[in-house]
């Protein structure tokens, strides 16, 4: 049994468009998005595509997966790839303060960079700060674009709580950076020499006060040195958030979003196309990961377990007709014969006899055991058809709200992929749509 998508979609047209630049592969976190990520890019350059994969995945397995000792912020070239058709595969995993790092320094003065830099607040914002790792995805995104060194761009965006952080952390971190908090801390060093100075002392003395008791004197006062420095940078960064932005919404950028069979993936998957068509950005379809499937459907769940339960019925050792008149016949123990001059050289046993009860007795045990094996076989077979069940309906609940989703279906494999076969295997079942 297999899942019938309403629509199907067709990858390879897609990677091989030379129109299309950037692919997105958003979802829920646990779903396969580096794997499908690092598949696609696979097969697009094996297509003759020069494709750069850009992975946020703290696991490391994009790199394992594609023989690679390590990743990091710079695009490394992965070898062992079928360039037979002229293209080219490079994979880099995103350092979030790096890039945090390559922002400052490309858009202050050396001086004024080693400050940021050095300042205490910037270093725990460029480290943990809620939503820079979904901001600095877009910053790498706009910075390999702006390159235009590959023909195509697949980004596997970070493992968020909610598939929507892609799209929101970017404005709220912009929102924050140019905010009105940001503004009136920068207002003094604005203002500079006294006049600064008494705006300071008094225009803001209730406010700093009262931040100071909430944050502490010395945070306050690196927060201050790190927006007075930053002032110049900040401006760009709401321009940068909106400008890559736009190009999401371009044309020659397409969004797959990943999900598995299963409700809470597939709710989310559902928020995340509802929210695309709401920011008018291009939605290629859902690829649908981990789908079960068996070659026995026609045997449903009921008559499976209804077939397991009959062989597993506890009944009488089963007994062929005059076997038990045999085993409590006298002639087996009143005979005049002692046992050895009753038995020939080489005889089979005498019915009833004991070595014929105790043949009789094993096979009905290897007949019990074999009962015993089909009966457990046929109970999972019954889950495997009730997983079935549940994740055909979960999808198409998924296909009735957006029917006009193309998608496109993974098998479940039975173990992790972890070299290029493995993801030239999953690009293939992605290109099949089965």
Same mark, same amino acid.
């Given at each position: 049994?297999?899942?019938?998508?309403?629509?199907?979609?067709?990858?390879?047209?897609?990677?091989?468009?030379?129109?299309?630049?950037?692919?997105?592969?958003?979802?829920?976190?646990?779903?396969?998005?580096?794997?499908?990520?690092?598949?696609?890019?696979?097969?697009?350059?094996?297509?003759?595509?020069?494709?750069?994969?850009?992975?946020?995945?703290?696991?490391?397995?994009?790199?394992?997966?594609?023989?690679?000792?390590?990743?990091?912020?710079?695009?490394?070239?992965?070898?062992?790839?079928?360039?037979?058709?002229?293209?080219?595969?490079?994979?880099?995993?995103?350092?979030?303060?790096?890039?945090?790092?390559?922002?400052?320094?490309?858009?202050?003065?050396?001086?004024?960079?080693?400050?940021?830099?050095?300042?205490?607040?910037?270093?725990?914002?460029?480290?943990?700060?809620?939503?820079?790792?979904?901001?600095?995805?877009?910053?790498?995104?706009?910075?390999?674009?702006?390159?235009?060194?590959?023909?195509?761009?697949?980004?596997?965006?970070?493992?968020?709580?909610?598939?929507?952080?892609?799209?929101?952390?970017?404005?709220?971190?912009?929102?924050?950076?140019?905010?009105?908090?940001?503004?009136?801390?920068?207002?003094?060093?604005?203002?500079?020499?006294?006049?600064?100075?008494?705006?300071?002392?008094?225009?803001?003395?209730?406010?700093?006060?009262?931040?100071?008791?909430?944050?502490?004197?010395?945070?306050?006062?690196?927060?201050?040195?790190?927006?007075?420095?930053?002032?110049?940078?900040?401006?760009?960064?709401?321009?940068?958030?909106?400008?890559?932005?736009?190009?999401?919404?371009?044309?020659?950028?397409?969004?797959?979003?990943?999900?598995?069979?299963?409700?809470?993936?597939?709710?989310? +998957?559902?928020?995340? *196309?509802?929210? =695309?068509?709401?920011?008018?950005?291009? &939605? !290629? /379809? #859902?690829?649908?990961?981990?789908?079960?499937?068996?070659?026995?459907?026609?045997?449903?769940?009921?008559?499976?377990?209804?077939?397991?339960?009959?062989?597993?019925?506890?009944?009488?050792?089963?007994?062929?007709?005059?076997?038990?008149?045999?085993?409590?016949?006298?002639?087996?123990?009143?005979?005049?014969?002692?046992?050895?001059?009753?038995?020939?050289?080489?005889?089979?046993?005498?019915?009833?006899?004991?070595?014929?009860?105790?043949?009789?007795?094993?096979?009905?045990?290897?007949?019990?055991?074999?009962?015993?094996?089909?009966?457990?076989?046929?109970?999972?077979?019954?889950?495997?058809?009730?997983?079935?069940?549940?994740?055909?309906?979960?999808?198409?609940?998924?296909?009735?709200?957006?029917?006009?989703? +193309?998608?496109?279906? *993974?098998?479940? =494999?039975?173990?992790?992929?972890?070299? &290029? !076969? /493995? #993801?030239?295997?999953?690009?293939?079942?992605?290109?099949?749509?089965?």
């Amino acid at each position: 049994m297999s899942l019938d998508p309403v629509r199907v979609l067709d990858v390879d047209p897609l990677l091989d468009d030379p129109k299309t630049r950037i692919v997105v592969c958003c979802g829920a976190g646990g779903v396969g998005k580096t794997t499908t990520a690092a598949a696609l890019g696979l097969r697009a350059a094996e297509r003759g595509r020069k494709v750069v994969v850009l992975t946020i995945d703290p696991a490391r397995r994009l790199a394992q997966s594609m023989g690679i000792d390590a990743l990091d912020n710079t695009p490394r070239r992965v070898k062992g790839i079928d360039d037979s058709a002229d293209g080219e595969l490079h994979a880099m995993m995103l350092d979030m303060k790096r890039t945090f790092d390559e922002i400052v320094e490309a858009h202050a003065d050396p001086e004024r960079a080693a400050a940021i830099l050095g300042n205490p607040f910037y270093q725990s914002l460029s480290a943990g700060f809620a939503g820079t790792q979904e901001y600095m995805a877009m910053e790498k995104l706009g910075q390999l674009r702006a390159r235009d060194e590959w023909d195509l761009i697949v980004v596997d965006t970070p493992p968020s709580r909610s598939a929507l952080d892609f799209l929101d952390a970017p404005k709220r971190l912009g929102s924050f950076l140019d905010g009105r908090l940001i503004r009136l801390l920068t207002a003094p060093a604005k203002l500079g020499g006294r006049a600064g100075m008494k705006f300071l002392n008094v225009g803001m003395s209730m406010m700093t006060g009262t931040l100071g008791k909430l944050l502490g004197g010395q945070l306050l006062k690196d927060v201050q040195t790190f927006v007075a420095a930053m002032d110049t940078t900040f401006g760009g960064f709401r321009t940068r958030a909106d400008a890559t932005y736009k190009l999401l919404q371009a044309p020659g950028t397409a969004f797959l979003v990943v999900a598995a069979p299963e409700r809470d993936a597939l709710r989310e +998957a559902a928020y995340f *196309v509802e929210r =695309l068509a709401a920011e008018t950005m291009p &939605l !290629a /379809g #859902l690829v649908l990961n981990r789908v079960h499937s068996s070659g026995a459907a026609q045997l449903s769940a009921e008559r499976a377990l209804a077939a397991a339960e009959n062989l597993a019925e506890a009944r009488i050792v089963d007994q062929e007709g005059g076997k038990a008149g045999l085993r409590n016949s006298p002639d087996t123990y009143d005979s005049s014969e002692s046992p050895a001059s009753a038995v020939p050289e080489a005889p089979a046993p005498d019915a009833g006899s004991p070595a014929a009860d105790r043949i009789d007795a094993e096979g009905a045990g290897t007949a019990r055991t074999v009962e015993q094996l089909t009966a457990g076989l046929l109970r999972l077979h019954a889950e495997r058809m009730r997983l079935l069940f549940r994740e055909q309906r979960t999808r198409d609940r998924f296909t009735a709200l957006h029917p006009e989703v +193309a998608v496109a279906e *993974v098998a479940a =494999l039975p173990g992790d992929v972890h070299d &290029l !076969a /493995g #993801l030239r295997d999953i690009g293939d079942r992605l290109a099949a749509g089965s």
